[in-house]
């Protein structure tokens, strides 16, 4: 609506009216956030423009778009600029959605009205009362879930032996988030059988909550406790443990078996409905010697079954033998060890050891006793051959049996086998003793040698002998090239030995002071260059012609010679021998010109 205001002015000396209409407006309005929220209170906000006109403003607001209340009435101003406004609203319900909207209105009689808002207020926390856990005759832990709704909170749970409850648990924090929360209280002191009731309840600011009544009975399993076994023989044991009934009728049976599955049960024993332990035991028969056995106790009642720990026993029998590593091992020497178990009887040991596994010595005989339980045994060998492999064993006896140990190995140190050569040059074409000796000394033994020639990249078998007396063997061997000889006994390896070829070269006279030369082996030295030498008065060798060699290894000089008698020889340089040879000479001849 629009009103119309006059305005007039006065000229000099008369009264003249001039009335101008001016039209007022109505005051603008926002209904602003809500700046504050609890379970009875809000803070709500807006602004209002009064637009030139003294205005004044409230809040209305209810369950509904209806409102129903209003806030006090604030002047905002006659200005024509928005005017900030609040007002803190009390009274309302927790947990309950509340409209509101900002009105004002202006001296001229103008009314506006803001936007409708909606603002919930703080719950009070959800209680969810769960189940109990952990039930034995005396004690349970009750259990539930807490949302605090956004408010601080706290919890208790109250229990007793009828919904009356009667009793509660220590209040605890649950914090003011706004998920569940699992909580739990234990509870002791409670009567074994006895029906009992409890709910969780949950308070803060925004009021209580009480979850469900739900109900538990203190009883609880049997408690069981399985013990060592005793008086063990080769046959029986006894079997022995604990059971404490928990107030229940309760019987208890032994279950046992050379597995952790057991399979065989002893029949039930009654062991009464008390509250404290109680030793129960049984003897059981027909056990093979030296067995390991597996065993628990198991007891049952109306609250449940009750299962000890697995234990283990070992009937006596056969001692247990264990055969450990050598130590100490030298050429001629070496500790064996291992472990032996009486298992309850008077027993012995000894090791065996030889070169096969058909051994062919011993020890000598120790005691190891009768106590139960492993026992280290060491047993030092002397006069063993070097370089060589033993089998060895521990065995133990006594009136239940002999046992054998796994069969176990160890090499002496230094070489099986030696290998020499009587020279380590070789002109091609001559043989070369290689010979050497075997750690055992043994006659008849089979050597086997081997030669990797220059440029090969394995050993490749050369040939057999057999060992004389004092284990001596020997091999005369030709080699054509470079050639690097092991020998092998038993398996094992020499050290290596290498044999270096000259080319084998003849000097030969012939006709009209012409000579001829022929290098071996014929073929790879066709092109390469021989030199014929001449020695001099001061013993050394000057080279007086040059030839490359046919391809059947040979040369023809023609040389001028100087009257009288020289001394020659034709001589092949390392260089041209190539790889695999060394250089190489003639023998020296005379000629007289």
């Given at each position: 609506m629009r009103r119309l205001l006059f305005v007039g002015t006065l000229a000099a000396g008369a009264l003249v009216a001039a009335p101008t209409a001016v039209a007022a407006t109505a005051p603008t309005v926002v209904t602003g956030?809500?700046?504050?929220?609890?379970?009875?209170?809000?803070?709500?906000?807006?602004?209002?423009?009064?637009?030139?006109t003294a205005t004044t403003s409230h809040f209305e607001y209810g369950t509904s778009i209806a409102y129903g209340s209003v806030t006090a009435t604030t002047s905002a101003g006659s200005g024509t600029t928005a005017v900030a406004t609040s007002a803190n609203i009390t009274g309302l319900k927790p947990g309950t959605t509340y409209h509101y909207r900002l009105v004002a209105t202006n001296t001229a009689g103008m009314t506006s009205r803001g936007a409708d808002g909606i603002l919930t207020t703080s719950s009070a926390p959800v209680a969810v009362t769960g189940a109990a856990s952990a039930l034995t005759s005396t004690t349970a832990t009750l259990n539930g879930t807490v949302n605090p709704n956004g408010r601080d909170t706290t919890w208790y749970f109250d229990y007793g032996t009828s919904t009356s409850y009667g009793k509660q648990t220590p209040?605890?924090?649950a914090g003011a988030g706004t998920d569940a929360v699992p909580v739990s209280a234990g509870v002791t002191g409670l009567t074994t059988g006895k029906l009992y009731h409890f709910r969780l309840v949950a308070k803060s600011d925004a009021g209580t909550s009480q979850g469900a009544d739900a109900t538990f009975v203190p009883t609880a399993a049997p408690a069981v406790v399985t013990k060592p076994a005793s008086s063990v023989t080769d046959t029986e044991?006894?079997?022995?443990?604990?059971?404490?009934?928990?107030?229940?009728?309760t019987t208890a049976t032994f279950e046992y078996g050379t597995t952790a599955s057991y399979g065989t049960k002893t029949p039930p024993q009654n062991v009464g409905s008390g509250s404290s332990a109680t030793g129960v035991s049984t003897t059981i028969a027909g056990l093979k010697p030296g067995t390991v056995y597996h065993f628990r106790l198991v007891a049952t009642s109306a609250a449940g079954t009750g299962t000890g720990g697995d234990q283990t026993f070992t009937t006596s029998g056969p001692p247990v033998v264990t055969t450990g590593p050598a130590s100490g091992i030298g050429a001629n020497t070496a500790t064996l060890t291992g472990s032996v178990d009486p298992n309850g009887h008077s027993t012995s040991w000894f090791f065996q050891y030889g070169m096969t596994t058909a051994y062919g010595a011993k020890t000598s005989s120790k005691s190891a006793g009768s106590a139960r339980g492993a026992k280290a045994?060491?047993?030092p060998l002397a006069g063993l051959t070097p370089g060589t492999t033993y089998h060895y064993r521990l065995v133990a006896t006594s009136s239940a049996g002999t046992v054998f140990g796994a069969d176990a190995v160890f090499t002496t140190t230094g070489p099986a086998v030696t290998i020499a050569?009587?020279?380590?040059?070789?002109?091609?074409g001559r043989g070369v003793l290689l010979s050497g000796t075997i750690s055992s000394k043994q006659t008849d033994q089979q050597v086997v040698v081997f030669a990797q020639r220059f440029g090969s990249a394995s050993f490749t078998s050369k040939a057999t002998t057999l060992t004389g007396a004092g284990g001596e063997w020997s091999l005369v061997v030709r080699p054509t090239v470079h050639t690097t000889y092991k020998a092998t006994w038993n398996g094992s390896p020499s050290s290596t030995v290498a044999i270096s070829v000259r080319p084998s070269i003849s000097l030969r006279v012939l006709t009209g002071a012409r000579f001829t030369t022929r290098v071996a082996p014929n073929g790879p030295f066709y092109g390469r260059i021989v030199q014929l030498q001449r020695r001099r008065a001061n013993g050394t060798w000057l080279t007086i012609?040059?030839?490359?060699?046919?391809?059947?290894?040979?040369?023809?000089f023609h040389p001028k010679l100087p009257r009288g008698r020289s001394t020659l020889r034709v001589a092949m340089s390392v260089n041209q021998t190539g790889p695999g040879y060394l250089g190489g000479f003639s023998r020296s001849v005379t000629f007289r010109r």
């Open positions: 956030p809500v700046t504050a929220v609890g379970p009875t209170t809000a803070t709500v906000s807006g602004s209002v423009n009064p637009n030139g209040l605890k924090d044991a006894k079997l022995n443990g604990t059971v404490n009934p928990n107030g229940q009728a045994v060491t047993a050569a009587a020279a380590r040059i070789v002109v091609f012609a040059r030839k490359r060699l046919s391809r059947f290894s040979t040369a023809v």
